[in-house]
Protein backbone atom coordinates (compact mmCIF):
# COMPACT_ATOMS: atom_id res chain seq x y z
CA UNK A 1 0.00 0.00 0.00
CA UNK A 2 1.21 3.48 -0.88
CA UNK A 3 0.38 6.34 1.35
CA UNK A 4 2.17 9.37 3.07
CA UNK A 5 -0.12 7.10 6.24
CA UNK A 6 2.65 4.56 5.18
CA UNK A 7 6.00 6.38 4.92
CA UNK A 8 8.90 4.98 7.75
CA UNK A 9 10.22 8.60 7.70
CA UNK A 10 7.71 12.07 8.47
CA UNK A 11 9.93 13.70 5.38
CA UNK A 12 8.23 11.48 3.37
CA UNK A 13 4.62 11.06 4.91
CA UNK A 14 3.01 13.83 7.15
CA UNK A 15 5.64 16.39 5.95
CA UNK A 16 6.45 15.55 2.29
CA UNK A 17 4.41 18.43 0.81
CA UNK A 18 6.84 20.99 2.40
CA UNK A 19 10.15 18.92 1.87
CA UNK A 20 9.78 18.05 -1.66
CA UNK A 21 11.14 21.02 -3.29
CA UNK A 22 14.72 18.94 -2.21
CA UNK A 23 13.48 15.89 -3.83
CA UNK A 24 14.78 17.60 -7.34
CA UNK A 25 18.52 17.87 -5.51
CA UNK A 26 18.98 14.90 -2.60
CA UNK A 27 16.69 11.86 -3.84
CA UNK A 28 18.04 8.84 -5.15
CA UNK A 29 16.76 9.76 -8.88
CA UNK A 30 18.72 13.38 -8.15
CA UNK A 31 21.49 11.39 -7.67
CA UNK A 32 21.51 9.29 -10.42
CA UNK A 33 20.43 12.03 -12.39
CA UNK A 34 23.94 13.83 -11.73
CA UNK A 35 25.75 10.67 -12.04
CA UNK A 36 24.47 10.48 -15.50
CA UNK A 37 25.23 14.27 -16.53
CA UNK A 38 28.88 14.31 -14.90
CA UNK A 39 29.26 10.83 -17.13
CA UNK A 40 28.33 12.29 -20.73
CA UNK A 41 29.93 15.19 -19.87
CA UNK A 42 33.59 13.60 -19.20
CA UNK A 43 32.97 11.89 -22.28
CA UNK A 44 32.00 15.00 -24.14
CA UNK A 45 35.43 16.54 -22.48
CA UNK A 46 37.31 13.79 -23.74
CA UNK A 47 35.74 13.69 -27.50
CA UNK A 48 36.50 17.93 -27.64
CA UNK A 49 40.41 18.21 -26.49
CA UNK A 50 42.46 17.90 -29.09
CA UNK A 51 45.39 17.35 -27.12
CA UNK A 52 43.65 13.88 -26.40
CA UNK A 53 43.93 11.86 -29.75
CA UNK A 54 42.47 8.76 -28.94
CA UNK A 55 39.47 9.87 -29.22
CA UNK A 56 38.27 11.83 -32.27
CA UNK A 57 35.67 15.10 -31.79
CA UNK A 58 32.12 14.19 -32.13
CA UNK A 59 29.76 15.73 -34.43
CA UNK A 60 27.51 18.33 -33.70
CA UNK A 61 24.36 16.16 -33.65
CA UNK A 62 26.04 13.48 -31.62
CA UNK A 63 26.83 16.54 -28.58
CA UNK A 64 23.55 17.48 -29.41
CA UNK A 65 22.33 13.62 -28.27
CA UNK A 66 24.45 13.53 -25.74
CA UNK A 67 23.22 16.70 -23.81
CA UNK A 68 19.51 15.87 -24.42
CA UNK A 69 19.83 12.59 -22.58
CA UNK A 70 21.81 14.79 -20.15
CA UNK A 71 19.04 17.28 -19.48
CA UNK A 72 16.00 15.18 -20.18
CA UNK A 73 17.01 12.61 -17.94
CA UNK A 74 13.78 10.86 -16.28
CA UNK A 75 12.43 8.02 -13.75
CA UNK A 76 12.05 5.59 -16.29
CA UNK A 77 15.59 6.58 -17.41
CA UNK A 78 16.58 5.42 -13.39
CA UNK A 79 14.17 2.85 -13.10
CA UNK A 80 15.83 1.20 -16.34
CA UNK A 81 19.72 1.87 -14.31
CA UNK A 82 18.36 0.83 -11.11
CA UNK A 83 17.34 -2.68 -13.17
CA UNK A 84 20.86 -2.97 -14.45
CA UNK A 85 22.14 -2.53 -10.63
CA UNK A 86 20.15 -5.84 -9.39
CA UNK A 87 22.52 -7.59 -12.07
CA UNK A 88 25.91 -5.56 -11.60
CA UNK A 89 25.20 -4.85 -7.55
CA UNK A 90 27.30 -1.98 -8.41
CA UNK A 91 25.21 1.53 -8.59
CA UNK A 92 27.92 3.68 -10.70
CA UNK A 93 28.60 0.61 -12.96
CA UNK A 94 25.05 0.73 -13.93
CA UNK A 95 25.31 4.14 -14.98
CA UNK A 96 28.02 3.17 -17.28
CA UNK A 97 25.92 0.38 -18.97
CA UNK A 98 22.79 2.41 -19.39
CA UNK A 99 25.10 5.14 -21.16
CA UNK A 100 26.11 2.51 -23.33
CA UNK A 101 22.48 0.70 -24.09
CA UNK A 102 20.96 4.39 -24.68
CA UNK A 103 23.34 4.99 -26.92
CA UNK A 104 23.63 1.57 -29.11
CA UNK A 105 21.76 3.35 -31.78
CA UNK A 106 24.42 6.39 -32.10
CA UNK A 107 27.00 4.83 -33.94
CA UNK A 108 30.01 7.10 -33.19
CA UNK A 109 28.91 6.70 -29.48
CA UNK A 110 29.33 2.68 -29.62
CA UNK A 111 32.56 2.92 -31.32
CA UNK A 112 33.73 5.47 -29.07
CA UNK A 113 31.82 3.29 -25.93
CA UNK A 114 35.08 1.91 -24.04
CA UNK A 115 35.87 5.99 -23.25
CA UNK A 116 32.43 5.84 -20.85
CA UNK A 117 34.05 6.07 -17.35
CA UNK A 118 37.40 6.35 -19.15
CA UNK A 119 40.03 5.86 -16.62
CA UNK A 120 37.38 6.99 -13.84
CA UNK A 121 36.71 5.54 -10.32
CA UNK A 122 33.12 5.67 -9.35
CA UNK A 123 34.38 8.32 -6.43
CA UNK A 124 35.35 10.50 -9.47
CA UNK A 125 31.93 10.39 -11.01
CA UNK A 126 30.22 10.25 -7.26
CA UNK A 127 31.72 12.90 -5.55
CA UNK A 128 31.15 15.66 -8.37
CA UNK A 129 27.45 14.14 -8.45
CA UNK A 130 27.38 15.25 -4.47
CA UNK A 131 28.79 18.39 -4.89
CA UNK A 132 26.44 19.19 -7.56
CA UNK A 133 23.49 17.87 -5.24
CA UNK A 134 24.83 19.91 -1.94
CA UNK A 135 25.02 23.43 -4.45
CA UNK A 136 22.10 23.01 -6.20
CA UNK A 137 19.73 22.02 -2.60
CA UNK A 138 21.62 25.16 -1.07
CA UNK A 139 21.42 27.85 -3.98
CA UNK A 140 18.12 26.59 -5.02
CA UNK A 141 16.02 25.83 -1.60
CA UNK A 142 17.66 26.21 1.17
CA UNK A 143 19.21 29.89 0.77
CA UNK A 144 15.69 31.22 -0.63
CA UNK A 145 13.88 30.02 2.93
CA UNK A 146 16.78 31.36 4.75
CA UNK A 147 16.53 34.60 3.02
CA UNK A 148 12.53 34.51 3.66
CA UNK A 149 13.37 34.19 7.31
CA UNK A 150 15.90 37.77 7.18
CA UNK A 151 13.19 39.72 4.95
CA UNK A 152 10.78 38.93 7.64
CA UNK A 153 12.95 39.67 10.22
CA UNK A 154 13.81 42.78 8.93
CA UNK A 155 10.55 44.32 8.11
CA UNK A 156 9.80 43.38 11.70
CA UNK A 157 13.25 44.98 13.09
CA UNK A 158 11.64 48.10 10.51
CA UNK A 159 8.61 48.39 11.85
CA UNK A 160 9.25 48.46 15.47
CA UNK A 161 12.55 50.31 15.56
CA UNK A 162 10.97 52.10 18.09
CA UNK A 163 8.74 49.94 19.98
CA UNK A 164 9.96 50.41 23.73
CA UNK A 165 10.57 47.02 25.14
CA UNK A 166 12.01 45.43 29.15
CA UNK A 167 14.97 43.58 28.23
CA UNK A 168 15.43 40.51 30.47
CA UNK A 169 19.49 39.85 31.37
CA UNK A 170 19.31 36.10 33.22
CA UNK A 171 15.47 36.29 32.73
CA UNK A 172 15.39 39.25 34.89
CA UNK A 173 14.28 42.61 34.19
CA UNK A 174 17.11 44.67 32.69
CA UNK A 175 18.10 47.89 30.61
CA UNK A 176 15.17 48.43 27.97
CA UNK A 177 15.72 47.80 24.51
CA UNK A 178 13.29 48.14 21.55
CA UNK A 179 11.39 45.03 19.91
CA UNK A 180 12.36 46.00 16.46
CA UNK A 181 16.37 46.30 17.82
CA UNK A 182 16.30 42.47 19.25
CA UNK A 183 14.58 41.30 15.77
CA UNK A 184 17.75 43.37 14.02
CA UNK A 185 19.86 41.71 16.19
CA UNK A 186 18.75 38.11 14.80
CA UNK A 187 18.46 39.57 11.29
CA UNK A 188 22.05 40.59 11.22
CA UNK A 189 23.12 37.02 12.90
CA UNK A 190 21.39 35.06 10.54
CA UNK A 191 22.99 37.34 7.12
CA UNK A 192 26.65 36.16 8.39
CA UNK A 193 25.69 32.68 8.66
CA UNK A 194 23.63 32.92 5.45
CA UNK A 195 27.39 34.10 4.00
CA UNK A 196 29.02 31.88 5.22
CA UNK A 197 27.15 28.26 4.05
CA UNK A 198 26.58 30.82 0.51
CA UNK A 199 30.08 31.04 0.35
CA UNK A 200 31.41 27.05 0.86
CA UNK A 201 32.85 26.29 -2.82
CA UNK A 202 32.18 22.80 -2.93
CA UNK A 203 35.16 20.80 -4.19
CA UNK A 204 35.89 18.21 -6.76
CA UNK A 205 38.52 15.95 -8.28
CA UNK A 206 38.24 13.12 -11.09
CA UNK A 207 42.11 11.82 -10.70
CA UNK A 208 41.21 8.22 -10.61
CA UNK A 209 41.97 4.91 -8.00
CA UNK A 210 44.20 6.54 -5.49
CA UNK A 211 44.21 10.20 -6.63
CA UNK A 212 47.24 9.60 -8.97
CA UNK A 213 45.93 9.70 -12.43
CA UNK A 214 47.71 5.83 -12.54
CA UNK A 215 45.55 4.55 -15.48
CA UNK A 216 45.42 7.99 -17.30
CA UNK A 217 49.12 8.33 -17.44
CA UNK A 218 48.80 4.99 -18.38
CA UNK A 219 46.86 4.95 -22.12
CA UNK A 220 48.66 8.50 -22.00
CA UNK A 221 51.57 9.50 -20.29
CA UNK A 222 52.22 12.45 -22.56
CA UNK A 223 48.87 13.93 -21.86
CA UNK A 224 48.26 17.17 -18.90
CA UNK A 225 45.86 15.10 -17.12
CA UNK A 226 46.01 17.43 -14.32
CA UNK A 227 45.35 20.17 -16.23
CA UNK A 228 42.66 18.56 -17.99
CA UNK A 229 41.18 17.59 -14.95
CA UNK A 230 41.22 20.85 -13.76
CA UNK A 231 39.57 22.32 -16.45
CA UNK A 232 36.35 19.90 -16.67
CA UNK A 233 35.56 20.22 -12.74
CA UNK A 234 35.92 23.78 -12.67
CA UNK A 235 33.79 23.40 -16.07
CA UNK A 236 31.26 21.99 -13.87
CA UNK A 237 31.54 24.80 -11.52
CA UNK A 238 33.27 23.24 -8.72
CA UNK A 239 36.58 24.08 -7.26
CA UNK A 240 39.11 21.35 -8.27
CA UNK A 241 41.14 19.84 -5.19
CA UNK A 242 43.98 18.18 -6.96
CA UNK A 243 45.48 16.28 -3.73
CA UNK A 244 43.17 13.33 -2.83
CA UNK A 245 42.75 9.61 -1.91
CA UNK A 246 40.56 8.10 -3.85
CA UNK A 247 37.57 9.81 -2.53
CA UNK A 248 37.49 13.96 -2.25
CA UNK A 249 37.96 14.14 1.17
CA UNK A 250 34.88 15.94 2.21
CA UNK A 251 36.10 18.57 3.93
CA UNK A 252 34.14 21.12 1.81
CA UNK A 253 31.04 19.09 2.37
CA UNK A 254 31.56 19.26 6.23
CA UNK A 255 32.00 22.85 6.12
CA UNK A 256 28.79 23.62 4.39
CA UNK A 257 27.09 21.20 6.90
CA UNK A 258 28.94 22.89 9.74
CA UNK A 259 27.60 26.11 8.22
CA UNK A 260 24.47 24.89 7.96
CA UNK A 261 23.98 23.80 11.58
CA UNK A 262 25.35 26.70 13.08
CA UNK A 263 22.76 29.29 10.97
CA UNK A 264 20.19 26.27 12.54
CA UNK A 265 21.26 27.44 16.14
CA UNK A 266 20.46 31.00 15.29
CA UNK A 267 17.26 30.04 14.52
CA UNK A 268 16.79 27.77 17.35
CA UNK A 269 17.82 30.69 19.77
CA UNK A 270 14.79 32.80 18.32
CA UNK A 271 12.74 29.88 18.45
CA UNK A 272 12.74 30.06 21.96
CA UNK A 273 13.12 33.87 22.39
CA UNK A 274 10.11 34.62 20.59
CA UNK A 275 8.23 31.58 21.95
CA UNK A 276 9.33 33.01 25.33
CA UNK A 277 7.73 36.35 24.39
CA UNK A 278 4.63 35.54 23.41
CA UNK A 279 4.44 33.98 27.02
CA UNK A 280 4.88 37.12 28.56
CA UNK A 281 2.04 38.59 25.96
CA UNK A 282 5.03 40.79 24.35
CA UNK A 283 3.69 39.32 20.69
CA UNK A 284 0.06 38.02 20.03
CA UNK A 285 -0.75 35.23 17.47
CA UNK A 286 -2.81 35.43 14.87
CA UNK A 287 -5.74 33.21 15.11
CA UNK A 288 -6.67 30.69 11.88
CA UNK A 289 -10.31 29.76 11.60
CA UNK A 290 -11.13 26.44 12.04
CA UNK A 291 -7.97 25.82 14.30
CA UNK A 292 -7.42 23.97 17.98
CA UNK A 293 -4.76 24.81 20.24
CA UNK A 294 -5.90 22.06 22.44
CA UNK A 295 -8.13 19.06 22.77
CA UNK A 296 -9.67 20.42 26.41
CA UNK A 297 -8.78 24.05 26.80
CA UNK A 298 -10.54 26.00 24.24
CA UNK A 299 -8.91 29.09 24.83
CA UNK A 300 -5.45 27.96 23.78
CA UNK A 301 -3.45 29.45 21.02
CA UNK A 302 -0.11 27.00 21.58
CA UNK A 303 3.30 28.82 19.89
CA UNK A 304 3.85 25.73 18.22
CA UNK A 305 5.24 26.72 14.93
CA UNK A 306 7.97 27.83 16.69
CA UNK A 307 7.91 24.75 18.85
CA UNK A 308 8.01 22.52 15.89
CA UNK A 309 10.74 24.72 14.18
CA UNK A 310 13.25 24.20 17.34
CA UNK A 311 12.15 20.42 17.53
CA UNK A 312 13.24 20.08 13.41
CA UNK A 313 16.44 21.88 13.42
CA UNK A 314 17.50 20.23 16.64
CA UNK A 315 17.16 17.05 14.13
CA UNK A 316 18.92 18.70 11.56
CA UNK A 317 21.81 19.61 13.54
CA UNK A 318 22.22 15.86 14.98
CA UNK A 319 22.93 14.38 11.52
CA UNK A 320 24.73 17.50 9.56
CA UNK A 321 27.31 17.26 12.99
CA UNK A 322 27.60 13.58 12.35
CA UNK A 323 28.02 13.95 8.49
CA UNK A 324 30.57 16.80 9.17
CA UNK A 325 32.33 14.66 12.27
CA UNK A 326 31.91 11.68 10.07
CA UNK A 327 33.24 12.32 6.14
CA UNK A 328 36.78 13.93 6.57
CA UNK A 329 37.41 10.67 8.16
CA UNK A 330 38.07 7.37 5.69
CA UNK A 331 40.87 4.42 6.69
CA UNK A 332 43.30 4.56 4.28
CA UNK A 333 42.75 5.49 0.64
CA UNK A 334 39.23 5.12 1.45
CA UNK A 335 36.30 2.67 3.19
CA UNK A 336 32.79 2.83 2.44
CA UNK A 337 31.58 3.89 5.11
CA UNK A 338 30.60 7.69 3.53
CA UNK A 339 28.44 6.03 0.77
CA UNK A 340 25.57 5.40 3.21
CA UNK A 341 26.23 8.56 5.28
CA UNK A 342 26.03 10.71 2.08
CA UNK A 343 22.64 9.17 1.20
CA UNK A 344 21.27 11.19 4.42
CA UNK A 345 22.27 14.30 3.30
CA UNK A 346 19.18 15.11 1.78
CA UNK A 347 17.25 13.74 5.20
CA UNK A 348 19.56 16.47 7.23
CA UNK A 349 18.40 19.32 4.65
CA UNK A 350 15.02 18.37 4.70
CA UNK A 351 14.68 19.09 8.36
CA UNK A 352 16.12 21.92 7.82
CA UNK A 353 13.81 23.02 5.55
CA UNK A 354 11.17 21.98 8.36
CA UNK A 355 12.75 24.31 10.57
CA UNK A 356 12.68 27.11 8.24
CA UNK A 357 8.66 26.84 7.22
CA UNK A 358 8.07 26.51 10.65
CA UNK A 359 9.41 29.43 12.00
CA UNK A 360 8.35 31.28 8.67
CA UNK A 361 4.66 30.43 9.56
CA UNK A 362 5.04 31.58 13.22
CA UNK A 363 6.72 34.69 11.94
CA UNK A 364 3.82 35.45 9.73
CA UNK A 365 1.25 35.17 12.53
CA UNK A 366 2.90 37.72 15.09
CA UNK A 367 1.41 40.63 16.40
CA UNK A 368 3.21 42.74 18.59
CA UNK A 369 1.09 43.48 21.81
CA UNK A 370 2.43 47.14 22.66
CA UNK A 371 -0.03 47.30 25.61
CA UNK A 372 1.04 44.34 27.25
CA UNK A 373 5.00 45.51 26.64
CA UNK A 374 4.23 49.15 28.21
CA UNK A 375 3.23 47.96 31.48
CA UNK A 376 5.97 45.78 31.92
CA UNK A 377 8.39 49.37 31.51
CA UNK A 378 6.01 51.06 33.62
CA UNK A 379 6.60 48.67 36.34
CA UNK A 380 10.11 48.89 36.05
CA UNK A 381 11.31 51.75 37.18
CA UNK A 382 14.75 50.00 39.11
CA UNK A 383 16.11 49.72 35.38
CA UNK A 384 16.92 53.10 35.67
CA UNK A 385 19.03 52.88 38.57
CA UNK A 386 22.04 52.30 35.89
CA UNK A 387 20.99 55.72 34.30
CA UNK A 388 20.69 57.35 37.93
CA UNK A 389 24.37 55.71 38.94
CA UNK A 390 26.16 56.25 35.27
CA UNK A 391 25.35 59.99 35.38
CA UNK A 392 26.96 60.20 39.08
CA UNK A 393 29.75 58.44 37.98
CA UNK A 394 30.39 61.14 35.39
CA UNK A 395 30.16 63.88 38.13
CA UNK A 396 32.67 61.89 40.31
CA UNK A 397 30.13 61.05 42.93
CA UNK A 398 32.12 58.54 45.21
CA UNK A 399 30.17 55.14 46.04
CA UNK A 400 27.96 55.75 42.42
CA UNK A 401 27.46 52.37 42.12
CA UNK A 402 27.18 51.02 45.68
CA UNK A 403 24.60 54.10 46.16
CA UNK A 404 22.06 52.96 43.84
CA UNK A 405 22.70 49.40 44.72
CA UNK A 406 21.25 49.92 48.56
CA UNK A 407 18.65 51.89 46.85
CA UNK A 408 17.50 49.28 44.30
CA UNK A 409 18.43 45.63 44.64
CA UNK A 410 16.31 42.76 45.88
CA UNK A 411 13.86 45.73 47.15
CA UNK A 412 11.15 43.72 44.89
CA UNK A 413 11.16 47.42 42.51
CA UNK A 414 11.44 51.07 43.03
CA UNK A 415 8.53 53.67 42.30
CA UNK A 416 8.89 56.77 40.21
CA UNK A 417 8.96 59.04 43.30
CA UNK A 418 11.14 56.83 45.29
CA UNK A 419 13.22 57.48 41.89
CA UNK A 420 12.99 61.04 41.66
CA UNK A 421 13.25 61.88 45.63
CA UNK A 422 16.47 60.14 45.41
CA UNK A 423 17.65 61.99 42.67
CA UNK A 424 16.13 65.31 44.14
CA UNK A 425 19.23 64.57 46.82
CA UNK A 426 22.01 64.43 44.41
CA UNK A 427 24.83 67.09 44.02
CA UNK A 428 24.81 67.09 40.42
CA UNK A 429 23.50 70.39 38.34
CA UNK A 430 19.77 71.28 38.04
CA UNK A 431 19.61 70.95 34.99
CA UNK A 432 21.49 66.95 34.63
CA UNK A 433 18.32 66.75 37.43
CA UNK A 434 15.71 67.62 35.00
CA UNK A 435 17.00 65.54 32.72
CA UNK A 436 17.35 62.32 35.20
CA UNK A 437 13.60 62.85 36.30
CA UNK A 438 12.22 62.97 32.23
CA UNK A 439 13.66 59.80 32.51
CA UNK A 440 11.36 57.01 31.31
CA UNK A 441 11.76 53.12 31.31
CA UNK A 442 9.80 53.45 27.99
CA UNK A 443 12.55 56.69 26.94
CA UNK A 444 15.69 54.73 28.51
CA UNK A 445 16.71 52.85 24.99
CA UNK A 446 19.81 54.75 24.51
CA UNK A 447 20.47 54.24 20.09
CA UNK A 448 18.29 50.92 20.12
CA UNK A 449 15.54 52.67 17.73
CA UNK A 450 18.50 53.97 15.53
CA UNK A 451 20.37 50.99 15.31
CA UNK A 452 17.27 49.03 14.06
CA UNK A 453 16.47 51.18 11.98
CA UNK A 454 19.87 51.19 10.21
CA UNK A 455 20.29 47.33 9.98
Not at 175 to 180: A, E, I, R
Not at 182 to 191: D, F, H, I, Q, T
Not at 438 to 444: K, N
Amino acid sequence: MTSPLTALSPLDGRYASKARPLQAHFSEFALIRERVRVEIAWLKALAAEPGFAALPPFSAATVRELEAVAEGFSVPDAERIKAIEATTNHDVKAVEYFLRERFAGNAEVSAASEFIHFACTSEDINNLSHALMVRGGRDDVLLPAIDRLIERLQGLAQSHADLAMLARTHGQPATPTTLGKEMANVAARLKRARSKLAAVEMMGKINGATGNFNAHVAAAPAFDWPGFARRFVEGLGITYNPLTIQIEPHDALAEAFDAAARLNTILIDLDRDLWGYISLGYFKQRVKAGEVGSSTMPHKVNPIDFENSEGNLGLANALLRHLSEKLPISRWQRDLTDSTVLRNMGVAFGYCLLGYDACQRGLDKLEANPARIAADLAESWDVLAEAVQTVMRAHRIEGSYEKLKDLTRGKGGITKPDLHAFIGTLPIPEAEKARLVALTPASYIGLAAKLARES
